[in-house]
């Protein structure tokens, strides 16, 4: 049995696919392993899931950018919310917005200020185009009524060289890889994503406290093939919930700057839902193209 993750190894979703596969390994004693499938933006991993028979033995660790790509691209050769059947959900979590200690702002009102005295100047990276760090950016600008100029780069590695090196001013990445530079002072933490503070960085507001109703978090969880037995779907999700609840796995969720999300396929199926509706908007109204 496996489970297809659409990126290459090392990344929140992969980590998080094979703390999955480790957990329902030793409870369903049947033996899971993750196939990394990346290329296409997240589509080739997504694609070849929706192609698999549904039979179970075959899952996606899905995040949220099958649902960005839902309205990104024009032409797929599948529907996210058509072919694919939630299973649970396993954890979310935001992103962090950054600075450059060259940038005057200390708070998202004074940056928000600061943008629009420099409006189209000041430079916001990203780990792709489509990516929720981008999206997270660019819902960002839509709803604070600012223009920044987008810079895409071939992951985070990039991205962040160019970031510390003042070459870009701003960027919404993970909170664990973001707190190292902010703990150094490389970096300025103005707020998270997520629609409240978070527990560990209480003294970081969260986007929402100055522009209500944004929340901008990453997701993850269990995609199986469209007319997957429904036993078999409600067993998964009774199991992934059970890892979820367990201290140790909850724990090593915590690590990764994130938080468990609890329920059953049918909320996570409306969860799915609505991001597409979400970002769908954002990407019409920003005229997002893929890159």
Sequence with gaps: ???????????????????????????????????????????????????SAPDGYTLLMIDATPTINATLYDKLNFDVARDLAAVAAVAQQPQMMIVHPSVPAKT?????????????????????????????????????????????????????????????????????????????????????????????????PAVAEFLPGYEASSWFGVCAPKGTPSEIVVKLNQEINAAIGDPKFKSRIAELGATTLPGSPADFGKHIAAEIGKWGKVIRTANIKPD
């Design 1 to 51: 049995m496996k489970i297809v993750v659409s990126f290459a190894a090392g990344g929140p979703t992969d980590i998080l696919g094979r703390l999955t596969a480790q957990w329902l390994s030793e409870r369903l004693d049947q033996q899971f392993v993750v196939e990394n499938r990346p290329g296409g933006g997240g589509n080739i991993g997504a694609e070849a899931v929706v192609r």
């Design 108 to 204: 998202v009102p004074e940056f928000i200020a600061y943008a629009k005295a420099d409006a189209g100047k000041i430079n916001m990276a990203s780990a792709g185009t489509g990516t929720p760090p981008h999206m997270a950016g660019e819902l960002f600008k839509l709803m604070a009524g600012i223009d920044l100029l987008h810079v895409p780069y071939r992951g985070t590695g990039a991205a962040y060289a160019d970031l510390l090196g003042g070459r870009v001013q701003v960027a919404f990445f993970g909170p664990v890889s973001a707190m190292e530079h902010v703990k150094s002072g490389t970096l300025r933490a103005l707020a998270v994503t997520g629609s409240k503070r978070l527990g560990d960085l209480p003294d970081i």
